[in-house]
C-alpha cells in the first residue's frame, strides 16, 4: 500500500521516464538500420574482390552467401566500382532462364539481360560511370567490337549478377565452365 501512495505521488516523474524510454526505444528501432548495414552489396564488399566476377558456392540449407539464395541456381557476381571509368563485361547466357542482371549498391536493378530461347547469347557490356564526363576513345572501342552494348550505370558502385538454372548433376560441369567464362574487368585507355 505503500509503494502504491508512493507512485501516485511521483506519477508525473513516472510518466516522463515511460515517455523518455519510448522514445529512445523508436528512435533507436530506427536509427540501427542505418548505422548497421546488413544489405547484399555490403555483405559481399567484405569478401568479393572488385571487378572480377566470382562464382558463389552453390547453397546449402544454414550456409547461404545471400539471404533467399534459391538452391536450384548457380549464381556469378562482380562487384564494381566504375569511379575511375568504364568496365566491359562478357558473359555467356548459355540457355533459357540464364539472366545477367546489373544492381545498384542500393539493390536497384538498372539493366536486366535474359538468354535467349533460339540461341546461345554472348553478352558484351560496357558499363559506363554516371554522369557527363568525357570517358575516351569510345567511339574506337565500338569500331573495334560493333556487337558491344552500353548502359551507364546510375551510381558508381554496384552488382553485376549471372544467374544460371541447375538442369541437374549431370549438367554441373558445364555449367560451371560456362560460368567461368564470365569476365567483368575495368577499361583503361
Known amino acids: 500500500m505503500k509503494?502504491?501512495?508512493?507512485?501516485?505521488?511521483?506519477?508525473?516523474?513516472?510518466?516522463a521516464a515511460l515517455l523518455a524510454a519510448g522514445i529512445v526505444h523508436i528512435c533507436t528501432v530506427f536509427a540501427l538500420p542505418k548505422i548497421y548495414r546488413t544489405d547484399a552489396y555490403t555483405r559481399l564488399a567484405r569478401t568479393l574482390p572488385s571487378n572480377a566476377f566470382v562464382i558463389l558456392p552453390q547453397a546449402q540449407p544454414r550456409a547461404q552467401v545471400l539471404p533467399l539464395?534459391?538452391?536450384?541456381?548457380?549464381y556469378a557476381i562482380c562487384r564494381f566500382d566504375v569511379g575511375d571509368g568504364?568496365?566491359?563485361v562478357r558473359a555467356v547466357?548459355?540457355?533459357?532462364?540464364?539472366?545477367?542482371?546489373?544492381?545498384?549498391?542500393?539493390g536497384e536493378s538498372f539493366y536486366a539481360m535474359p538468354a535467349s530461347e533460339q540461341r546461345r547469347l554472348n553478352v558484351n557490356l560496357l558499363v559506363l560511370p554516371p554522369g557527363d564526363r568525357f570517358l575516351g576513345p569510345l567511339t574506337e572501342l565500338r569500331s573495334a567490337d560493333p556487337d558491344i552494348s552500353q548502359v551507364t550505370a546510375p551510381t558508381r558502385r554496384g552488382l553485376i549478377v549471372?544467374?544460371?538454372?541447375?538442369?541437374?548433376?549431370?549438367?554441373?560441369?558445364?555449367?560451371?565452365?560456362?560460368?567461368?567464362?564470365a569476365a567483368c574487368r575495368k577499361l583503361s585507355f
Open 86 to 88: 568504364p568496365l566491359s
Open 69 to 74: 539464395q534459391m538452391p536450384d541456381a548457380r
Open 162 to 181: 549471372i544467374q544460371a538454372p541447375m538442369k541437374g548433376r549431370t549438367y554441373a560441369a558445364e555449367l560451371e565452365q560456362n560460368l567461368l567464362k
Open 3 to 15: 509503494i502504491v501512495r508512493n507512485l501516485l505521488r511521483r506519477w508525473p516523474v513516472v510518466v
Open 93 to 106: 547466357l548459355a540457355e533459357p532462364g540464364w539472366t545477367l542482371s546489373a544492381y545498384t549498391q542500393e
